[in-house]
């Protein structure tokens, strides 16, 4: 995925802003902002910080994808719940 160089910036401040102010952040927009830091890591060419913000993106959307298993999973329960009674 290929972001302008504005719109990485604008997320390095949003990811700021919302660390500062412990901002609750939607699923989707962490994951923008988790492709937005590798970006930036990879225009700074940093790539400690790049090797480490990508296992961050990855340990998340695996713990995303987990939850919104799980989440699905719960709501099928519930549906045959209420459909037995």
């Known amino acids: 995925m290929k ?3 504005s719109n990485v910036i604008h997320s390095a401040k949003e990811i700021r802003h919302n660390a500062v102010h412990r901002n609750r952040v939607e699923i989707n927009e962490l994951a923008m902002h988790l492709d937005h830091a590798v970006a930036l890591c990879t225009i700074l060419g940093v790539q400690e910080d790049l090797a480490k913000v990508k296992a961050i993106r990855h340990y998340a959307n695996t713990e995303i994808a987990s939850i919104q298993a799980a989440k699905q999973e719960a709501e099928k329960k ?4 209420m459909k037995s009674l």
């Open 3 to 5: 972001e302008s160089l």
């Open 78 to 81: 519930i549906m045959q719940f």
